[in-house]
């Protein structure tokens, strides 16, 4: 069963006309977007209706599918699920997989260290903390509140993380929802949007995230390309959803447009 297609009338236009260029890219980021937010990271999984257009759509002519993620590519293709196909950015923009045979993120000897120190710093502010819990990942490790109890103690958590972070060299500091992150390889995914534009050569982008460090994504869609925030907050996107449930609206309409278009330009017998 496909989901209502009901949306925003400008969204809707906006989507028809995205969906009308000959060759497109879909990025999307996974926690938050395609995914609900859950209080246990490795319990995430796409909600199922988006990850049937996903699949829908990674198998249309002239439509390139893409996860644009902080979190690594091993957890990405674990949990995500990638259709065949789908190219991948992981650890905002640090990992990539783009189908070809590349190396994978290498840290010299002192991006190795100060992995080391961000991990074991943030791991003694969590263990002050009731709730708290650090996720190890290749270019650094995250601090996550969303277990703390109350707004107010997650956030001086997340305080005391940034001041403890603060005395580490070469470590990068990057502010999301009820998480704080620290890596030692500065990237972001709008460069990560970047790599796959120039992998791709779409005619238009598409973006959709619901974080503080989606913000980098949208910063770089420009001209054609179209930016779809999912939740509340502050953006440079040019359109909203509510939450995860909807994007499978937005794909499937597009989907439905290239369809009808590729119907209508089949030669008849």
Known sequence: MEPSLDMDEALRRALERFADHRQILIALDFDGCVAELVSNAADARPVPE??????????????????????????LRELAQPPQGALLIGSHGAEKDLGEDAPGLELSTTETMSRGQIISTLEEVAAD???AWVEHKPAGAALHVRNVEGDEL???VLEHGRAALSLIDG???KNGKK??????VLATKGEGITDLRAHTSPDAVLFAGDDVTDEHGFAVLHGEDLGIKVGEGETAAGHRIAEPKDLAG????????RSAARSETRPTS
């Open 50 to 75: 988006n990850a049937a257009a996903i699949a829908a759509l990674a198998g249309l002519d002239g439509v390139d599918v893409a996860y644009v993620s902080g979190r690594s590519l091993e957890s």
């Open 129 to 131: 903390a009731p709730g």
């Open 154 to 156: 997650g956030e001086r």
């Open 171 to 173: 470590a990068y500091l």
């Open 179 to 184: 998480v704080l992150e620290s890596v030692v």
């Open 250 to 257: 937005v794909l499937h309409l597009i989907a439905q447009q």
